[in-house]
């Protein structure tokens, strides 16, 4: 994820990636596939990411249901 320090990454700018991204029509509840809303999953990923705790590693989404955090593999 360097190229969000390059980019300058702010953790609103990400939560509006976020936002843009398609979102998968008629989830089913019961299997969990509701995502997880844009401004959660910013704060998460901004957070590890300032510890240091994904930069320059794999990260791998293991929640269930619909994942956002895809979006910002590279």
């Known amino acids: ?6 980019q300058r990454l702010s953790g ?13 029509e008629n989830p ?8 997880t809303p844009p401004r959660i999953a910013s704060e998460m990923l901004m957070l590890a990411f300032n510890r240091g ?3 320059g590693k794999i990260v ?3 929640g269930c ?3 956002l955090s895809w979006a910002l593999r590279k």
């Open 28 to 35: 089913n509840l019961i299997l969990e596939q509701y995502p």
């Open 1 to 6: 994820m360097s190229w969000m320090r390059s």
């Open 65 to 67: 249901g619909v994942p």
């Open 12 to 24: 609103r700018k990400l939560e509006i990636i976020l936002e843009e991204l398609e979102k998968k």
């Open 60 to 62: 791998h989404d293991l």
């Open 53 to 55: 705790d994904i930069e």
